[in-house]
């Protein structure tokens, strides 16, 4: 069964990675959020986008999951009516090593800081 959504889910070969383009998907800090959540069920697990309590709308966070995956951060693919994330941690490892070791530790942190001024 396909998405309620009708968009090309598209994905860069691990050749297409850019630096900068990678550089820019993971400068905000929903985006490190939403891959330090992808981390911590690897390496074979995926998250639902419904999944991740993001303090930004809907819409926002569908914008933001596709810069991900349009960066080749994240793989995407749709399972009925739900879209499963997985962290590109090989294809980025090959291309940029030590980047997401840096990354993952600093969406942790945003996360925190989301869960302390919720309490």
């Given at each position: 069964?396909?998405?309620?959504?009708?968009?090309?889910?598209?994905?860069?070969?691990?050749?297409?990675?850019?630096?900068?383009?990678?550089?820019?998907?993971?400068?905000?800090?929903?985006?490190?959020?939403?891959?330090?959540?992808?981390?911590?069920?690897?390496?074979?697990?995926?998250?639902?986008?419904?999944?991740?309590?993001?303090?930004?709308?809907?819409?926002?966070?569908?914008?933001?999951?596709?810069?991900?995956?349009?960066?080749?951060?994240?793989?995407?693919?749709?399972?009925?009516?739900?879209?499963?994330?997985?962290?590109?941690?090989d294809?980025?490892?090959?291309?940029?090593?030590?980047?997401?070791?840096?990354?993952?530790?600093?969406?942790r942190?945003?996360?925190a800081n989301?869960?302390?001024?919720?309490?």
């Amino acid at each position: 069964m396909a998405s309620r959504t009708a968009t090309d889910l598209v994905h860069p070969d691990r050749t297409q990675l850019r630096f900068t383009t990678v550089l820019a998907a993971l400068s905000d800090p929903v985006r490190l959020a939403i891959v330090a959540r992808l981390a911590d069920v690897e390496p074979d697990g995926e998250l639902a986008c419904t999944t991740f309590a993001l303090p930004v709308s809907k819409s926002t966070q569908s914008g933001h999951f596709k810069i991900l995956r349009e960066a080749g951060v994240i793989r995407q693919r749709d399972e009925g009516i739900r879209r499963l994330n997985r962290l590109r941690r090989d294809d980025l490892d090959a291309h940029f090593p030590g980047l997401l070791d840096l990354a993952i530790p600093q969406g942790r942190d945003v996360i925190a800081n989301w869960d302390s001024k919720a309490r």
